[in-house]
């Protein structure tokens, strides 16, 4: 006779303990937290042809950062509170901090603890630092929050970097920003020999903080060197001073806000700007240069629609309408149907300012006066929908520019209905971006603009010289507090437009390049780099030679009533923007559409390698070129420029980047010619580029 009731039990029995098992594995998983340290991070050991960091600096730059959170004290920040100084986080009996809790999380690439701290008078510190073990990459800020119920003491001088990099023959190098300094002209690089200079300090004195400097830094010392960046759209200030100390050679690097000094009333919060690093071992700037176009590609690029932000052309009508101001919904379609007709790969159609209200109902006569956010309907009664809907049926996406920092109208002209509210005001000119209401206002009325237009790229400007404003702003006690607060709310402001439009890629300009710091990149991508001379050929050719060694993706800005191969190859860049008049009868549209097709078979290279095949200068008597080469695919492509003034018919140059045992296929796409040889002959021996004045040539480069 078969028992059923003990077979029922012990099969009850069995799922029973099944159940029990599964629950038990679940709350270890779910309790467990990773673990991470110097002796279990995951690092890919990486081998074959192209640039990565060695096994040994990564274990280095891992123990390093790990030394920092398994002892705060070491890590190299500093502040004065209440007239005393502190330098690191010192917790436990003897210091000043108490630390309430630490959790460490992974994702991808990037390793993030965030430590949350009690200081003195119920001072809130939050400290949230990051590693990329694969990419040498570490980054840190500090956040300081008052949680009592009276104002703190003066809290001032806060440094997120305040350190010593021990090596002989200290070097400082880099770019200076979009503006330059006394006559260097835009990202006209720089080389400092630290023994050999007094302490350099450098700060971007409009306000804008790509401006004037540039807060991306190489700094080389020993057998080595670590690139810094400064995360901070406002005044950062960054110091480098040669020293010697215990018998070696150091170079002293310190950064933060440029000012800050202030109570911090109840609620209110203040941070540091980021400070990012990235270390690296031997002087070679080729293999440096690559080794930060990777992390800043892999680890901080915004990615949309599952990828990275691929390389565009754009088309516009400013140069023929007063930016925005004669554009209607008809002029915006002709123009767009205009390029496609003429076989140009448009995948963008720009609208600049003046597209608003001044007030009321009132057309603008000059795009300026801003502040009233709201569509000129009666230039654009489809509120620019009509725009996009015709862009879409033929694969053209719509850019539309804000700038919504910014009022230009004196106040009794301002629209007291739509226009910003006097209350979000700072002063006269700036609105109140370190206002939560504010932030949370506007956000309202761009993300309206944007769905009733089916806009998908929002442009943000900003075009006026801050620091002035918020200098003026500051009270006794004060200083730098509402820059601080601003700073905060323009970062915020972003990320809520990211979270509701999170594949519309944001464009990052500030009359130029002036707002283009690291956090800002992390959101963003600079389509409009300079407002510098856009006929200048040979000084767009300097900006991308420089430029492309730190951002690797930006755009240029292509004007005028004609072109030829020689103007159209200087505005080759990973954003093309197509401003020309369209209805001029010098217009060679054969010309534009030849090369912006010829455009499109080399752009994927943008976001590999990066050489420079000559010397770096600003003049037409000098040469420019450079490389982008994949070691994955194997290829790439070269530029080539003769200016006019350059004396040499013939300019020899030798690749970098390739496999020496391999064999290449050196292609002049201009004549057809075809060199052919090895990787080690083009690298020692390299090839000769003949051109006559005023000429360029591209070549690819393949596999033969």
């Known amino acids: 006779m078969v028992d059923y009731e003990g077979r029922l039990f012990l099969k009850m029995r069995r799922y029973l303990i099944t159940i029990l098992l599964i629950a038990a594995s679940l709350l270890m998983s779910c309790g467990a937290t990773p673990k991470y ?65 630490r959790k460490t999380t992974a994702q991808g690439s990037k390793v993030s603890t965030v430590v949350n701290l009690e200081f003195k008078d119920d001072i809130a510190v939050t400290l949230e630092m990051a590693i990329y073990p694969d990419y040498c990459a570490y980054e840190w800020v500090l956040y300081f929050e008052n949680k009592g119920k009276s104002n703190t003491k003066v809290l001032e001088d806060l440094k997120c970097a305040d350190m010593i990099f021990y090596g002989e023959n200290p070097v400082l190098k880099g770019i200076y920003g979009d ?105 070679d700037d080729d293999r440096a240069t690559n080794l930060w176009r990777h992390w800043f590609i892999e680890c901080n690029m915004r990615q949309v629609d599952g990828g990275l932000f691929e390389p565009q052309i754009s088309g516009c009508t400013s140069g023929m309408y007063g930016e925005m101001v004669l554009a209607t919904d008809d002029n915006q379609i002709a123009g767009i149907q205009k390029y496609l007709d003429n076989n140009v790969p448009l995948s963008y159609w720009w609208m600049d300012a003046g597209w608003y209200f001044e007030y009321g109902d009132k057309s603008l006569d000059v795009w300026l006066p801003t502040g009233t956010w709201m569509v000129d309907t009666k230039r654009f009664p489809s509120k620019m929908k009509a725009i996009s809907d015709y862009g879409a049926q033929r694969g053209v996406k719509t850019l539309l520019w804000f700038e919504p920092e910014v ?94 439009f999170p594949n519309m890629m944001i464009d990052s300009c500030a009359a130029g390049g002036g707002r283009n710091d690291i956090e800002s990149m992390r959101r963003s991508v600079p389509l409009h780099k300079t407002d510098h001379d856009y006929s200048n050929q040979e000084h767009k050719q300097s900006m991308h030679q420089a430029l492309y060694a730190w951002l690797p993706y930006f755009g240029t800005n292509l004007t005028g009533n004609t072109v030829d191969p020689y103007i159209m190859r200087s505005n080759i860049t990973p954003w093309i923007n197509l401003n020309v008049n369209i209805n001029s009868k010098l217009l060679k549209w054969e010309t534009v559409s030849t090369y912006t097709q010829e455009w499109t078979v080399i752009n994927k ?66 004549t057809g010619i075809v060199t052919t040889a090895t990787g080690q002959s083009l690298m020692q021996d390299g090839i000769d580029v003949e051109l006559s004045p005023r000429s360029t040539a591209l070549f690819t480069i393949t596999k033969a």
């Open 605 to 670: 290279y943008y976001y590999d390698d990066y050489y420079q095949l000559t010397e770096w200068s600003r003049d037409k008597t000098g040469w420019k070129g450079w490389e982008f080469f994949s070691p994955s695919e194997d290829a790439g492509f070269i530029q080539m420029f003769r200016p006019d003034d350059a004396p040499e018919d013939i300019y020899k140059i030798k690749l970098k980047g390739l496999d020496a045992s391999a064999t290449y296929a050196i292609r002049n796409v201009d």
């Open 37 to 101: 340290s110097r002796y279990n991070y995951s690092f890919t050991n990486q081998t074959g042809n192209g640039v990565y960091h060695s096994m040994e600096q990564k274990k280095k730059t891992t123990d390093k950062y790990e030394g920092y959170l398994e002892n705060l004290s070491t890590l190299p920040v500093s502040f004065v509170y209440d007239g005393t100084p502190y330098n690191g986080i010192k917790t436990g009996e003897s210091g000043p901090f108490k630390e309430k809790s």
């Open 179 to 283: 503006g330059g300094v006394a006559n260097s002209g835009p990202y006209a690089p720089y080389e400092f020999v630290l023994e050999k200079c007094d302490t350099i300090h450098m700060t971007p004195e409009t306000g804008r903080s790509t401006y004037n400097h540039f807060p991306y830094f190489n700094l080389q010392y020993g057998d080595g060197g670590t690139f810094a960046a400064i995360g901070w759209p406002i005044a950062w200030g960054a110091s480098f001073e040669y020293v010697y100390e215990n018998s070696q050679d150091g170079l002293r690097f310190e950064a933060g806000q440029e000012s800050i000094s202030t109570y911090l009333e109840p609620g209110e919060k203040i941070r540091t700007p980021l400070m990012a690093m990235l270390d690296y071992e031997g002087r």
């Open 407 to 500: 009022v230009r109208l004196q106040e009794e002209l301002r629209d007291k209905e739509n226009g910003i509210p006097a209350e979000y005001m700072l002063d006269g000119v700036l609105a109140n971006f370190g206002n939560p209401d504010f932030v949370d206002w506007m956000i309202e009325r761009v993300s309206t603009i944007i769905t009733e237009g089916g806009i998908s790229l929002y442009r943000q400007d900003y075009g006026i010289n801050p620091l002035y404003n918020f200098n003026a702003l500051n009270k006794e006690g004060r200083t730098g507090i509402i820059e601080n607060l601003y700073a905060q709310g323009y970062y915020a402001y972003w990320d809520k437009l990211i979270e509701r």
